[in-house]
Structure formats: C-alpha cells, structure tokens
C-alpha cells in the first residue's frame, strides 16, 4: 500500500468510492479484499501494477459508514493487511503555522487533551513537513501515522501534531452527523500560499515568467522582495516556532533567516512533496488556514492565487481519485485573524478582503462551494507563541463547523455566516448614511472607528475619514458623515490590522457570528 494507508485509517464513504492503491512490481496484479469483522469477504478487486512509478489503482465500492474492517492487499505469495478500517469522512486540513497549532497550544489544553478518549472513531494522520522541486507520487515522511487520539499524539508538542483547528473541527463534524471521520493534517508554518500552489496556479496568476522563474510583486513598494520572508512570516519569534518541526540540519542550512525566499517558501515545493501525493485520496471536504505569510508577499494578487489554488486543488483531487471526490469539493478557510495591535498598516485587512476574491463574503461566484471563518475578533496579544498565533482555536472551529455543515452538508436552515451590508443609502440633507443588512443585528460595541468614508472630490486617493455610527436598528445602521463635505466614494468596515477587542466588534449576528470585513 502506499505510505498513508494504515491501521485505523478512515477510507470516504459513500456515494464517493475510496481509492486505494499502492506499489508493486511491473505487470504483476494486485488483488486487494475488504473484509468484515468475522472474516467475511465483502468485496474483490484486482488491479494492475503499470509503470512508470509501478503502482497500481483501485476504485472499491461505494461504502455506508461504519466498521471496523480488514483490508488486503495480495500479489503472489505475499499480503499485507490493513486492520480497523472505518468508512466516514475524510477531511484534509492544511496551512500555515495557525493550522500546525496543536491541541497542547489552545485554551483550555488540558481539557481538550483530556476529552480525546471520547472520540475513538475521529482518526488522525499527518504527514511530515516535506519540501520537493519535484511533483512526488507519494509521501517522503509520515509524522503521524493513522491513529485513535490519545492526549500524546493530539499534544504531541509545539507546531507539530495534531492541529488544533483540524481536531475541533473534525471532533464537532463527528458530534453533528454521527459518522466516522478521517483526518490528514499537512501544513508547514511561515509558509506562503505559492508553496501549496502547482506551476498551473502561478502560471494563471501571471507569476511566472517564461523561463519558469516567479516574479515577485512588492507590496507597494513598501518591502520589496529584498526583505527576507522569514522577518514577515516569523514575526521576528525565534526561528524555531516558524517551523512546525524542529529542523534537521540538512533543511537548516539551506533556509538560513537570510536567505531570500528560501526552504518551504519556494514556489510549488510544498505542492510538489505534501499535496501532489495525496490526490488519489477520496475526499470529503478541505480546511484551509494561510495567508498571514502573504500579508508580507504578493499580497495583492491573492485575490488570484486563493480562488486559482481552490479550483486548482479541486481539479486535481477529481481527476486523481478518478472522479470519485466531487468536482466542487467543499473548501472551508480561516479569514485571518490580528497581528498587532494598533498597526497602521493595511496588509492584514487587503489579504482578508482578497480571501474572499474581493467580494466579502462566500460562497460567491467566483468561489463557489466554500465557506469562511472570520476570525479577526478573536485577537490575542498575550499569546505565549506570539500575537500571530491565537489560542481560541474553538471559536475558529465552531464557526468552521457551520459553515461546513451548511455547505458540504446541505443544512439549509444552518445561519453559517454573519451579517453583510446589501445596499446604502445616502441621506445628503442630513449628512448621514443609511446601511442595509442581510440579517438581524446585534450591536457589541459602538466603534467611532469601525466604519470610514472615502471622501473626496476625485477618485484618487482616497482620503479615508471614520464615520461614526448614530443608530444600529435590527438591520441598519445609520452613519454620520460630519466630516465629509464632498462625494462619499466609498465604504469600508473594521478595516485594520486590530479591528477589535475580543470576541467585541461592533456588528454580530444572533448567533454570536460577527460582521465580516468588507470594502
């Protein structure tokens, strides 16, 4: 079998079959059996060993939840048997540094760890962090391999395993269908998104050149490519927490904090060794936590690379599970979370608005199937592992969980998303702007600062003046544009690196869900 099948593995359930495939010699056949708990065999398949990477490929048959089973594989006189396989679903979570979290770096650790014992049907793997200049058909290293969560393997150490965002969510998805879950955690701290990005993803978003070099952008002019990415991943914390695993000195000596763009950061490497070798797996959905990295780096053309790498994923997860996982696979993200305090940079709020393709909120058309979690009212200045890396992972998870629920899951009447503004309507005599939105308001906080105006008697630039909020009623809130004497061009709310104190922005939902962002 390949490297990540394994004892206790979840396989997808139906109405998707599982792929299952693995290594042999060339021309031989391979007949791999399911087997139930008594030794019953419930189905048969043979499959060739074809070069050029000798592997063979199976689709078996679509399966109901359940177990526990036997899987086999048999080629000649020899096997090898796979025990305790359960059908559930398979999630793959993945990111950067705030994805490798672990469940012994959250709120509430201990507890967390402690609860483990109760979810022996959520199964975790992760893959070791892995960098490669070529697309590999399979994984070099396995950190984790298939387990039943312990308090040790889920609180394993620091940026190591297992992820914090993924176990939560894949935990709660566990409590709200009843069914088996399966997770893969692949996800390397301080990384960019162009890392996890195949050729055809940079190539869409013109950052390759011909000779297939990327081309950097600055970020306006401010950093060019000449600051390492190292000073804007890390956050200056000491090297070691940007890495999720301690480094062995072969990885060390080519990503010295000097270098430009060096190790995980490269363009495709991180595709290349820890995405490309699992695109025979059968999927259910994906979590996605990045961008803090990009923040620092080609920030503004991540409203290309985000939706490019989704359909890009999708594509490739489709045609390499032959056609098993569905073509729009579900695909949930964290919307990035705060940094510091009082920042005046806008780094952070441009790569918030482009996760969503500048729309603001998603699903939408130019990202459909997905679903967000936004997390910038959930800061955390007194993080031990830096302000960069909250600890409420559990929030992240839940909010992660409604929308997953609503959009892989078909939950119709599921609210999964907080409240957006529909239309504005401007009130010239009074100076005030009225603003429409798309659900009930509750109103926590009343931020002179949260809303600004773009004022101003040409396009460009903007000059861009708070306005204080007057009114909230149950959908609107009433803005005054005292300080504006010329046109209003624009809108823009919780705009900042900061926007608010926890769990304490100024527009929620009911449901506890906060406005999002939007320009």
């Not at 009114?471 to 926007?499: D, I, N």
């Amino acid at each position: 079998f390949a490297s990540y099948y394994g004892d206790h593995m979840v396989l997808q359930k139906k109405p998707s079959g599982a792929v299952v495939w693995g290594h042999g010699e060339l021309g031989a056949v391979v007949t791999v059996t399911l087997s139930g708990p008594s030794g019953l065999i419930i189905m048969e398949k043979t499959a060739q060993v074809k070069g050029p990477s000798e592997a063979w490929t199976t689709v078996l048959d679509p399966m109901d939840q359940g177990g526990p089973y036997a899987l086999t594989a048999e080629q000649g006189l020899e096997n090898v048997t796979l025990w305790d396989i359960y059908f559930g679903d398979v999630w793959l979570c993945s990111g950067q540094s705030n994805m490798a979290m672990t469940v012994l770096q959250v709120a509430n650790a201990s507890q967390e760890l402690a609860a483990a014992a109760r979810y022996p049907y959520v199964r975790i793997f992760a893959a070791a962090p892995a960098r490669s200049d070529v697309e590999l058909e399979d994984l070099e290293q396995i950190d984790l391999p298939w387990s039943i969560p312990t308090a040790e393997n889920l609180g394993h150490g620091n940026f190591t395993y297992f992820s914090a965002v993924c176990w939560l969510l894949g935990r709660s998805l566990y409590e709200a269908l009843g069914s088996p879950i399966g997770l893969v955690e692949v996800a390397w701290g301080g990384t960019p998104i162009e890392a996890w990005s195949s050729r055809r993803v940079l190539q869409a978003c013109g950052l390759l050149e011909d000779t297939g070099r990327l081309i950097w952008v600055g970020t306006g002019g401010r950093e060019g490519p000449q600051i390492s990415l190292w000073h804007g991943a890390c956050f200056n914390l000491k090297l070691a927490l940007c890495f999720a695993p301690p480094l062995n000195l072969s990885l060390s000596s080519s990503t010295s904090p000097h270098q430009h763009l060096s190790g995980p950061q490269v363009p495709s490497v991180l595709w290349n060794a820890m995405i490309h070798p699992l695109l025979n797996m059968t999927l259910q959905g994906v979590a996605w936590y990045q961008g803090e990295a990009n923040a620092f780096l080609n920030t503004d053309q991540y409203n290309c690379t985000f939706p490019a790498l989704i359909a890009d994923w999708r594509w490739a997860f489709h045609t390499g599970s032959a056609g098993q996982t569905e073509p729009l696979l579900p695909f949930g993200f964290v919307q990035l979370s705060t940094y510091r305090h009082r920042s005046a940079d806008d780094s952070f709020a441009r790569l918030r608005w482009h996760q969503t393709a500048d729309l603001g909120v998603v699903p939408n058309a130019r990202m459909p199937n997905t679903f967000m979690a936004v997390a910038m009212d959930l800061g955390d200045e007194q993080s031990p592992y830096g302000s960069i890396h909250p600890r409420d992972k559990q929030n992240v998870a839940h909010r992660l969980l409604l929308g997953a629920r609503a959009v892989a899951y078909g939950d119709k009447n599921l609210v999964f998303q907080g409240p957006y503004p529909t239309r504005a309507i401007l009130e010239v005599t009074k100076e005030l702007l009225n603003v429409t939105y798309s659900q009930e308001l509750i109103c926590r906080q009343r931020d002179a600062q949260a809303f600004e105006v773009c004022c101003s008697s040409q396009a460009s630039p903007c000059q861009w003046l708070p306005a204080p909020v007057v009114a909230v009623g149950s959908h609107t809130v009433t803005l005054a544009l005292s300080g504006c004497r010329t046109l209003v061009l624009g809108l823009r709310y919780a705009w900042a690196e900061w926007p608010c104190e926890y769990q304490a922005c100024p527009l929620y939902n009911p449901h506890g869900l906060p406005a999002p962002p939007f320009l």
